[in-house]
């Protein structure tokens, strides 16, 4: 299994509906609104890193109001 980090940065406003878009895909465990640089940190587990990518860049990516994500996989 590989557990990946996604941090999300939105558009204004858009926090909530984000949250609630990125949490409605498959691998995704949860999401969270934070406060700091980042607006929402998603996590994920999948059985690729190739999976992690298609969330991250395809899927998360391609959701109107993100503005930018930085993936992270957990090496334990």
Do not use: C, W
Request: glycine share 10%.
């Amino acid at each position: 299994m590989v557990t990946a980090f996604v941090m999300v940065k939105a558009n204004t406003g858009e926090a909530d509906r984000l949250r609630d878009s990125i949490e409605g895909i498959d691998g995704v465990e949860a999401a969270h609104i934070v406060a700091g640089d980042v607006d929402i940190i998603a996590k994920a587990r999948v059985d690729t890193p190739g999976e992690v990518k298609e969330i991250a860049a395809s899927q998360i990516q391609g959701i109107r109001g993100v503005e930018d994500t930085q993936t992270y996989i957990a090496m334990d």
